[in-house]
């Protein structure tokens, strides 16, 4: 996988888990995360640490983990270090993979919207989908009481 890959990959397994832990110091977080998300994040900081634009990214990133502007800023510190380390970029590439579940996509949707892959469908927030053939009455929204 290509650093910049490799770099989105991580912000968009990070920030989910960042967002609950909740926590405003960077060494704090690692101890609030799961398992694997912790190992590939204290594995992550280890490498970032003494970079000082890198540690500005990780507290920017700490502190609102939810804004694209510190998730993009911390990619491209991340970035930078995988491009100029290929056996830390394989590293990462293996830390990324163990966290995910194995025999599926993993799709993580923050907040209102809708997600779909290899040709599924999806609605956004107060929709609905209907796929295939549909036949009688359909009705789409609350139902009213009768009586």
Not at 56 to 83: C, G, I, M, T, Y
């Amino acid at each position: 996988m290509d650093p910049t890959t490799l770099a989105t990959t991580a912000v968009t397994v990070l920030s989910p888990y960042l967002v609950k832990a909740g926590e405003k110091a960077a060494e704090k977080v690692g101890e609030k995360l799961p398992g694997g998300i912790s190992t590939f994040w204290n594995t992550v900081m280890a490498r970032l640490k003494g970079k000082p634009a890198a540690e500005d990214a990780v507290q920017d990133l700490v502190a609102k983990p939810d804004d694209p502007l510190h998730q993009s800023a911390f990619a491209n510190q991340l970035r930078k270090v995988l491009e100029t380390e290929p056996a830390f970029a394989a590293e990462v590439e293996r830390l990324l993979s163990s966290t995910q579940p194995q025999g599926g996509d993993t799709i993580i949707v923050t907040g209102p919207g809708a997600a779909a892959t290899r040709g599924g469908v999806s609605a956004g927030a107060g929709g609905a989908v209907i796929q295939g053939d549909v036949h009688g009455n359909v009705t789409l929204g609350r139902a009213e009481k009768q009586g």
